[in-house]
Each structure stands twice: as C-alpha cells, then as structure tokens.
Nanobody, 120 residues
Framework: QVQLVESGGGLAQPGGSLTLSCAAS????????MGWYRQSPGKARELVAR???????EYADFVQGRFTASRDGPKNTMNLQMSSLTPEDTAVYFC??????????????WGQGTQVTVSS
C-alpha cells in the first residue's frame, strides 16, 4: 500500500504565496510520475503540474509562471510553490503519483487533498 499526504494548504490573501508539500510512503519500488491537481466546487479536477522523474515539468496554462513544482526523488516528496495567488486559485489541491510498488504492480495513487483558499 502507498500513501500520499499533502500539507501546506490554508488561507492566503490575493497576491500572496503558499507552498504545498506531498510525501509518498509505503510499498514504493519507484515513482514514475508525480503531479499536482486541483478541484474547485462544481468543477472537474484539473492538472496543475506534472512532474516527471527527470525532464521538463509540465504546467497548466493558468499557472502562467506563478507556480513552481519541484521533486526530491530519493525522498519521494514533491512541492508546489505558489505565488501571485488569485481567488480563482481557491480549490482543493491533490497530489498524485504513478507508483511501481514492491509487488511490481504499477498503480496511480492520490492524496486526500489540501484546501487552498485565496481571499481578502
């Protein structure tokens, strides 16, 4: 079993910053891909950033250079530094990982989500 735990959400003012973290643990052999997604009330879950083991990080168009994702492979952790936040960034942010487990099974896992609220 693999667990993903997000942290760092909370309340931020418009124009402010927050940093989210995600830690993966459990029966991990390797993690191929990690990603950040978000879901606002009444909307579908959408990609924020896709972070491969190596290579280029893919960001959603709405990020527009405001967010920076990073990953620590050996520690199985990932961060999302968010700045210039707007009320439209209010959502539950989820961490996702495509994991090859110790049982040599590849599955996608999700965290429970962390709430980000941008409001004055």
């Amino acid at each position: 079993q693999v667990q993903l735990v997000e942290s760092g959400g909370g309340l931020a003012q418009p124009g402010g910053s927050l940093t989210l973290s995600c830690a993966a643990s459990g029966s991990i052999y390797s993690i191929y891909l990690m990603g950040w997604y978000r879901q606002s009330p009444g909307k579908a879950r959408e990609l924020v950033a896709r972070v491969p083991t190596t290579g280029i990080i893919e960001y959603a168009d709405f990020v527009q250079g405001r967010f920076t994702a990073s990953r620590d492979g050996p520690k199985n952790t990932m961060n999302l530094q968010m700045s210039s936040l707007t009320p439209e960034d209010t959502a539950v942010y989820f961490c996702s990982a495509i994991v090859r487990t110790l049982s040599q099974v590849t599955e996608t896992y999700w965290g429970q989500g962390t709430q980000v609220t941008v409001s004055s």
